[in-house]
């Protein structure tokens, strides 16, 4: 009698325990604890995760971290499953912006690999790079066709930029600006290392011509093997 009553006892516990973990709402996941974040919100990562009002018995920090990082502003992400009151705390690493591009009216971030990043605040210390509208018959580029070279290229012009000055983008000259003499400069869209020659034939080909009072309007250096000029009197 006394094991059974023991038995009967420890069921009823178990039982009343169990009943207390399902049925008290600390146990279901109604916020998260973020860690790291700079740009995104809690209540925005939260919705990144798809566990609301999810038992804690059934949260899987894998899918959980699967479902985090399919979401471009997020570049690595760690889950932690405690107790309450913080059941669920992520660390989140964001994708650093490294230049706003603008097309169409529309601003987006892009990292250092390319990858478009929405925009959510404004940085002016960021390089500004915009669609060429005067080349409206060209095939419109959006975030999506750039990649990592594109961007080192651009972070490379930078260097020589008019103070305040931003770049355009044309489908197929590339890279450009309006420089100081008021000369259109189109550089491609290279990587660092190559936009780098590039720079150097440009500093030569400005002596060249400056010195000898040519009247430039463009200059096409998108091909460093075969850079050209056309004058003011072409156009």
Do not use: C
């Not at 006394?2 to 169990?18: D, E, H, K, M, P």
């Amino acid at each position: 009698m006394r094991w059974r009553i023991t038995s009967g006892v420890l069921f009823l516990l178990f039982g009343a325990l169990l009943l207390m973990f399902l049925s008290n709402d600390i146990f279901y996941v109604q916020a998260i604890e973020v860690r790291g974040n700079t740009f995104l919100e809690r209540e925005e990562v939260f919705a990144y995760t798809d566990i609301a009002d999810l038992h804690m018995f059934w949260l899987d920090p894998e899918q959980i971290r699967e479902n985090v990082l399919g979401y471009p502003s997020v570049a690595d992400v760690t889950v932690e499953i405690g107790w309450p009151p913080n059941l669920l705390t992520l660390h989140v690493q964001e994708r650093q912006p490294a230049v706003v591009w603008s097309a169409g009216g529309e601003e987006s971030w892009l990292d250092i690999q390319g990858r478009e990043i929405q925009k959510r605040s404004e940085m002016p210390n960021l390089l500004h790079i915009r669609m060429a509208q005067e080349y409206q018959g060209e095939a419109q580029a959006s975030a999506v066709d750039f990649d990592a070279d594109f961007v080192l290229g651009a972070l490379r012009l930078s260097d020589i930029l008019p103070e305040g000055e931003g770049l355009r983008y044309h489908p197929a000259y590339g890279l450009g600006w309006a420089n100081e003499l008021g000369w259109e400069i189109w550089m491609g869209s290279d990587g660092s290392q190559l936009m780098s020659e590039k720079i150097k034939i440009y500093n030569a080909l400005l002596r060249y011509l400056t010195s000898r009072a040519i009247d430039v309007a463009e200059l096409n250096i998108a091909n460093p093997d075969a850079p050209f000029y056309r004058l003011i009197w072409e156009l």
